[in-house]
């Protein structure tokens, strides 16, 4: 074998021997060799005190060191001993598990469906929504796309009207009229759909009338100019007293009063105990219903109200159809004795110099039952609702009116004047959205102040028409006062909230056809009367270009005021 070689035996040997050599010498080195010299400094008693207290907190510290070890063992014996009961109790919460699991799955189950149908739910709720929304949307576009067609429709509708009448006018056979009242005739009803007419009252000559064909041949809506026939009705069948006061009432608003204002709830406590068919009659007394007896062929009788109950007639003239002449027939009958005159047209030379007057006959009735209501027509031109369209000072006494009829505003005025002794009777009717019977009754006073050198007013005469049966005086207020009152008291205003709310609520119409509008609310607990058909706006498709209507004349009240009131009833 190799180790039995001498040469390696002998190697090996002398390794050994140098390995023992050298674990002989290395201590005693280390024990020869001196320690180095410690330093000559002297130890304070000082740092003796701080070598103790470093001493005490050492061992402190080894102590708690030892402490914690001992807690530290204490703590992990005690999760041993847990974790092996825990683990000898393993196999009972393994079971619960297992069926809490099978719990879990059909919880987990359970709630998988009943979020499938809560997401179907909210995407269903979600549509309709959104289906909501859109129907809202396209409803709203509707309703304004159908509220621009209205307005179209209604101002296509009036500008036919005012080209209407610019071409009847330019049409008039003016032959025997006052050229001169004429023209301030036109040019005072300017822009306006309108017919104007001026008749001698005692005679009946006609000495202008501008829109011959709508004065002539075509009715209108008298609106509250119809209080007039009521207020006769009522004193002649005595449901209106001798003060002016609604029999049975006792107080309240009086005939005056109620006419100047043209207050509606009057004439209809009257009506209801007049009734329908003795308004008719006393509306045939008066002239309507029926021609006036102009010679001028194709004039329309107008129409009464037959069948009609509606407390509106008595107030609004639902169902009334009347012309200007014979509106002009009717307020010179009230005014000169009862007498109807009949209307002429002066077409030669003999008929233009003649004044003798042509008369139909007369209303049959007292004078007290029909001068009765002459106080409430001065007193409508002295602070009532024509106050600011004429001079009251002329003697001028009328009726306004002011309603929507066969589909648009009719304003009109009613006229004579000097009431003590009728010279004229100028009657005016206006047609379009802003139509008015102020509007009316200011036109009526620019002729009226043509026609001033020829009316001599009597302010004695006036004011003992105005006391007739001695009632209480009716004091002519400060225009700022009365103002207050209210300066349109005749308007139609539920035909005016009817017309609002018509444009709001109209359906889209066909184009070209006659159509009324429809869908329009109403509320049953609103009123205490029924629409009739008069009350409804209509506006027919008519396209027909115009200019934009122009400002309405205004009367001057410097001469009204340089006048001395008149007081009295």
């Not at 390794?15 to 000559?40: C, E, G, R, Y």
């Not at 109620?258 to 006393?282: D, H």
């Amino acid at each position: 074998m190799i180790f039995m070689r001498p040469e390696k035996r002998s190697a090996k040997v002398f390794l050994f021997a140098a390995a023992f050599i050298l674990l002989i010498t290395v201590p005693a080195s280390m024990q020869t060799k001196k320690p180095a010299a410690k330093p000559a400094a002297k130890t304070s008693a000082k740092s003796a005190a701080e070598k103790k207290k470093d001493a005490a907190k050492v061992t402190s510290n080894n102590a708690k060191t030892v402490a914690a070890k001992k807690n530290s063992k204490a703590t992990n014996a005690k999760n041993t001993a847990a974790s092996k009961k825990n683990s000898k109790a393993a196999p009972a919460n393994k079971k619960l598990t297992a069926k809490e699991l099978a719990a879990q799955k059909k919880s987990v189950s359970t709630s998988k469906k009943q979020t499938a149908a809560q997401k179907l739910a909210e995407a269903e709720r979600e549509r309709k929504e959104s289906a909501r929304r859109a129907a809202a949307l396209a409803e709203q576009r509707r309703r304004e796309q159908a509220a621009r067609e209205a307005r179209a429709r209604a101002i296509a509708f009036e500008n036919g009207l005012k080209t209407q009448t610019a071409d009847n006018i330019a049409k008039d056979v003016t032959d025997g009229e006052d050229l001169r009242i004429r023209q301030t005739a036109v040019n005072a009803l300017g822009n306006r759909a309108g017919t104007v007419v001026v008749m001698e009252a005692k005679t009946g000559k006609i000495v202008t009338m501008v829109n011959q064909d709508w004065a002539v041949r075509h009715g209108f809506k008298p609106c509250s100019t119809i209080k007039l026939v009521t207020g006769v009705a009522g004193l002649n069948e005595g449901l209106i007293n001798g003060d002016g006061l609604v029999t049975g009432s006792g107080s309240g608003m009086d005939l005056e009063a109620a006419l100047a204002r043209s207050n509606n709830p009057y004439f209809q406590r009257v009506g209801a105990s007049l009734g329908s068919a003795k308004m008719i009659e006393y509306a045939k007394r008066l002239g309507l219903g029926a021609t006036t007896g102009i010679n001028v062929a194709g004039e329309n009788p107008g129409r009464l109200p037959y069948g009609n109950n509606n407390s509106r007639i008595y107030s609004h003239a639902d169902d009334f159809e009347v012309t200007p002449l014979q509106l002009a027939v009717m307020v010179t009958a009230i005014s000169n004795g009862g007498e109807r005159v009949v209307p002429k047209v002066a077409k030669t030379r003999i008929d233009n110099v003649s004044s003798k007057p042509s008369v139909k006959g007369t209303i049959g009735l007292p004078d007290r039952s029909v001068q009765g209501v002459l106080p409430g027509m001065i007193g409508a031109a002295e602070y009532g609702t024509a106050r600011r369209g004429v001079d009251a000072g002329m003697g001028v006494a009328g009726k306004t009116g002011s309603c929507i009829g066969k589909g648009s505003w009719v304003g009109l005025f009613a006229s004579v004047a000097p009431v003590e002794e009728p010279k004229y009777a100028v009657v005016v009717i206006t047609r379009g959205q802003g139509e008015r019977g102020r509007i009316a009754a200011g036109i009526a006073g620019q002729i009226y102040k043509a026609l001033d050198s020829e009316i001599d007013s009597d302010m004695n005469k006036r004011l003992a028409i105005k006391q007739i049966g001695n009632r209480p005086a009716h004091p002519i207020l400060p225009t700022s006062t009365t103002a207050a009152v209210g300066e349109d008291e005749d308007e139609d205003d539920e035909a005016l909230l009817e017309a609002t709310e018509a444009d709001k609520n109209r359906s889209t119409v066909i184009a070209g056809s006659n159509s009324r509008p429809v869908n329009m609310p109403v509320d049953p607990n609103k009123k205490t009367v029924t629409r009739t058909s008069q009350s409804k706006p209509v506006f027919p498709t008519v396209v027909i270009p115009f200019s934009k209507d122009g400002s309405a004349p205004e009367t001057k009240k410097s001469e009204q005021k340089s006048r001395p009131r008149v007081v009295g009833n």
